[in-house]
């Protein structure tokens, strides 16, 4: 099974430009989850998906960032225009309800993350 | 609120010493813990996890202890490898949001030398 796939692995950008990640989640994973972590500190919750919608986005930093998952599949999270403190690295995750329902966790798998630096 | 405190590294280790990596945390009620690990050029893997106190999570020799009474998930391992070499992530399920949402600690970075 593929995993949780992200683009770009690294993108570097100036200050006032605009920046979209894409995640592709585990095929039929409901749950789609951004995270952050910004130079050495902890990984950030950002936001969580059930399908197409927005269960959660109480981590979201700012309206600079916006992130869609059209027709519950894959995800965007575009930031506009990019901070110099938007640099980290941003991990997706998904996960599957029913292995929750089995495990008694909810357990996530992710992606290897988009290094973002902003200059 | 809940969150998740772990030493500070980075650690580094000559191969085949013991490892204990500390995690506390804060939460109400009963979470599910979790350590995760990030090994060079790669995403975060789960490595082991405990549901209920007591419970022991173990996976390639990593083992945790689930411990209520001190609220702490050490991680530990008998006998380190230079392939065991990662940043190491103790986590926390938040118990009163159904979203599974986790909160994680700042990570360890753990390097084990020949």
């Known amino acids: 099974e593929a995993g949780v796939t992200q683009f770009p692995s690294h993108s570097v950008i100036e200050k006032g430009q605009t920046v979209t990640l894409r995640c592709d989640p585990i095929?039929?994973?409901?749950?789609l989850y951004w995270y952050r972590r910004v130079m050495g500190k902890e990984i950030k919750f950002l936001l969580h998906?059930?399908?197409?919608?927005?269960?959660?986005e109480s981590g979201m930093p700012n309206n600079r960032f916006l992130a869609e998952r059209t027709g519950g599949t894959y995800s965007t999270l575009k930031v506009q225009p990019a901070e110099l403190e938007d640099s980290g690295v941003y991990f997706c995750?998904?996960?599957?309800?029913?292995?929750?329902?089995?495990?008694?966790?909810?357990?996530?798998?992710f992606g290897a993350g988009s290094r973002l630096t902003v200059l | 609120g809940n969150s998740v405190t772990q030493m500070e590294g980075p650690v580094t280790l000559s191969e085949e010493a013991f490892l204990t990596i500390n995690c506390t945390y804060t939460?109400?009620?009963?979470?599910?813990l979790f350590w995760y690990v990030q090994y060079p050029g790669e995403g975060l893997q789960l490595l082991l996890k405990?549901?209920?106190?007591?419970d022991k999570g173990s996976n390639k020799g990593f083992e945790a202890t689930y411990r209520k009474e001190t609220t702490s998930f050490h991680l530990e391992k008998g006998s380190v490898q230079v392939s065991d070499s990662a940043v190491y992530f103790c986590?926390?399920?938040?118990?009163?949001?159904?979203?599974?949402?986790?909160?994680f600690g700042q990570g360890t970075e753990l390097s084990v030398k020949p």
């Open positions: 095929s039929g994973h409901d749950n």
């Open positions: 986590a926390l399920s938040d118990p009163y949001n159904q979203g599974g949402k986790l909160i």
């Open positions: 995750a998904s996960s599957q309800d029913s292995d929750r329902r089995r495990s008694g966790a909810n357990v996530l798998t």
């Open positions: 405990a549901t209920k106190a007591d």
């Open positions: 939460a109400t009620g009963y979470p599910s």
């Open positions: 998906f059930v399908k197409e919608s927005k269960q959660d």
